[in-house]
């Protein structure tokens, strides 16, 4: 540990800096990646190539929303897979039993797929703030158990859904971009919203701000922690419900790499793993980064491997920028 | 007797119990041959396990195990013909310098420990993916014969893989309980400030145990891909939970201090005994993930150490 004494002034000057580079490195970022690419290769500007970025960053964009709420908390949530995975099964069963078209009750499907969302990050939730185990494990924990029953449910099989007005989310296409990309921005809104103009979107500012502040004041943690992941929840079956629309096809392998991608994507955009700061609009353009990182990588004809290592690097990259060396003595 | 001061039997207790009720429930099972063979199945598993209690045991944790595994049985794969038996070395210190760099990155630049490896993690799958042309590979069978060929097979009634599984319990048991070394991580993982202000150098300490968890994984890696005589870049997916639950349920809790080698021995095999009797049982395999999440979360509830954490985050 250094620490290094500096004068009142440097000091200040210094945060600022820091404060303003934390706060527009990713925006940055972003700007000069697509740049980049634009010049390696012309053809990455066209609209139907940002429509194919915006299609695949789609349901990660909702995962990551998800867990930017808990981030906010200086939690964690890495249940993502198991949640997309259990959701995305069981909305398929419960559509193609309830007539498989979006036309008749099956619609119900989806509310319900909700639902389930909420259930199981109410009980992630649960395990966290009740048997007190670090959210990082709970949630690890609760991820492969998610991903075992959603193994349990399909016992290993494919479900298709194919129905042509579902499938909409992808085919129809308004001003170049899908339904889905529209429904995304929907949801983003909707995040925002819960973020700036209600209590809980206060409060999970204030338990990661400080979380004895948080309970001095009055705040009820546990009861803001638990909603969290219970939003988080609802979040992660939004994701599966795209996931879905955009593959047509439900299995316990629809979660597969959501965890990494998501928790890279929010740290990337500028969210504290120590929370507090960021919000839903530095995931947007965490998001966004992860995924013009991958297209423009197969655009200028680089193996989609190299993804996996440049997000690691990233990721890595981005918590050091994020933290402020002076205020924390070590981590575990 | 208070349930505290019984608590560091419970791992022994549960294994105890666990061996009753399988061996009730089908005796054959406590045939010594049958359990030999369970046994040397999993030393992969319990190889990967040891290197990763010393993660734990500093209070940190390595989620980057299963991947750096993955690497290795490519690594090794690939580069079997080229340098025959010194493979091997090439194998332990890229685990080695793997988990040193996680330990770099999260002591000297604060990443908390999941972060750091879990990246890590994924830099390795990329090399896999990168080295092995995203194609499951298989070793020549000669080489293999001629440079692993001693991994397996029995000398007097004692396969290879637990002789290899006791030097490497040995090794981890020596470095905890007679070096200084050792007692320096158990200073870290009961107290970390407390470790620093008396002066120790506590960053080399976790660097060296994220290195050695690192090491760990490399070899258990190296014999898993001696053991399917080939490399892929998911070979060893589903070993993760496996290592974390093994660790935990030995008894060394997530917050570090306490525990140990020995108790991962026992925990690794309480993880056989329960693989065992869900087969015996006819619990569908796809199930068995369900269980061991829902095991580790008892798991950790159970041993934690909740005095250490004023806040649980």
């Known amino acids: ?332 | 007797m208070s349930l505290e001061t019984l608590k560091p039997y419970f791992p022994w207790i549960t294994l105890g119990a666990l061996v009753l009720l399988v061996g009730a429930l089908n005796p054959s099972f406590l045939n010594p041959a049958s359990l030999v063979s369970v046994v040397a199945d999993i030393v992969p598993l319990f190889i990967m396990a040891l290197g990763m209690t010393f993660a734990i045991y500093i209070g940190g944790i390595d989620l980057s195990v299963q991947q750096v595994a993955n690497l290795v049985t490519v690594v090794a794969t690939v580069y079997l013909a080229q340098f025959g038996v010194f493979v091997a070395v090439i194998c332990v210190l890229a685990g080695f310098a793997i988990g040193a760099v996680s330990g770099w990155v999260t002591t000297r630049q604060f990443v908390p420990s999941f972060v750091a490896t879990l990246a890590m993690g994924f830099i390795a799958l990329s090399g896999a993916r990168f080295l092995s042309g995203e194609r499951a590979l298989s070793m020549n069978a000669e080489a293999r014969d001629a440079s692993f060929g001693w991994m397996f097979g029995t000398t007097a009634g004692v396969p290879h893989e637990l002789v290899i599984a006791g030097i490497l319990l040995a090794l981890a048991w020596f470095l905890q309980t007679r070096t200084t070394f050792g007692r320096a991580l158990k200073a870290v993982g009961a107290g970390e400030l407390a470790a620093v202000s008396s002066g120790l150098n506590v960053d080399r300490i976790k660097i060296l145990a994220f290195a050695l968890s690192g090491t760990f994984a490399a070899i258990a890696g190296l014999m898993f891909s001696v053991k399917l005589s080939g490399g892929d870049a998911n070979l060893a997916n589903g070993f993760l939970i496996l290592a974390i639950v093994a660790v935990l349920v030995g008894g060394t809790p997530l917050t570090g201090g306490v525990g140990g080698v020995i108790n991962t021995l026992v925990g690794t095999l309480i993880v056989v005994v329960i693989r065992t009797a869900m087969v015996y049982l006819e619990v569908d395999a796809t199930m068995q993930q369900m269980i061991f999440g829902i095991i580790l979360i008892v798991a950790i509830a159970m041993t934690i150490d909740r005095s250490k954490m004023r806040i649980v985050k």
């Not at chain 1, 299609?55 to 930017?68: D, H």
């Not at chain 1, 909707?190 to 700036?196: G, L, P, R, S």
């Not at chain 1, 990661?208 to 001095?216: I, N, P, Q, Y």
């Not at chain 1, 919000?279 to 004809?301: A, D, K, R, S, Y």
């Open chain 1, 1 to 332: 540990m250094a620490i290094t004494e500096t004068s009142g002034k440097t000091r200040v000057s210094a945060a600022l800096g820091r404060e303003a580079l934390v706060k527009w490195a990713p925006l940055l970022v972003l700007l000069v990646l697509c740049a980049f690419f634009a010049l390696m290769e012309p053809r990455f500007l066209s609209t139907r190539n940002f429509a194919r970025i915006l299609i695949a960053a789609s349901p990660a964009l909702m995962v990551a929303i998800g867990v930017t709420f808990i981030i906010l908390m200086g939690s964690i949530d890495l249940s993502m897979e198991g949640t997309v995975s259990v959701c995305a099964v069981t909305f398929a069963f419960c559509f193609l039993w309830l007539g498989g078209t979006l036309a008749s009750w099956a619609w119900l499907a989806i509310p319900l797929a909700m639902l389930v969302g909420a259930a199981l990050g109410f009980i992630n939730g649960l395990v966290h703030v009740k048997l007190k185990i670090p959210s990082f494990m709970a949630s690890l924990a609760m991820g492969f158990v998610g991903t075992g029953l959603a193994m349990v449910m399909t016992g290993g099989d494919r479900i298709r859904i194919e129905d042509e007005l579902y499938r909409g989310l992808l085919t129809e296409r308004a001003l170049g971009f899908p339904l889905m990309v529209y429904v995304a921005g929907l949801f983003l809104l909707v995040a925002w919203f819960i973020q700036t103009r209600t209590t809980l979107g206060r409060n999970f500012y204030a338990v990661g701000g400080g979380e004895d502040l948080a309970t001095a004041s009055g705040l009820n943690v546990n009861r803001v922690r638990i909603m969290g992941f219970t939003l988080a929840g609802v979040f992660f079956s939004v994701g599966a419900l795209l996931a879905v629309g955009r593959i047509g096809i439900a299995e316990t392998a629809t979660g597969n790499n959501f965890m990494f991608l998501s928790i890279t994507a929010v740290v990337v955009g500028g969210t504290a793993l120590w929370g507090g700061i960021g919000g839903v609009w530095n995931t947007l353009v965490g998001v966004l980064i992860v995924f013009v990182i991958g297209n423009g990588m197969v655009v200028i004809g680089l193996p989609g491997y190299v993804q996996d290592a440049v997000l690691g690097i990233l990721v890595i990259l981005a918590v050091i920028l994020s933290t402020d060396r002076r205020s924390i003595s070590f981590v575990k």
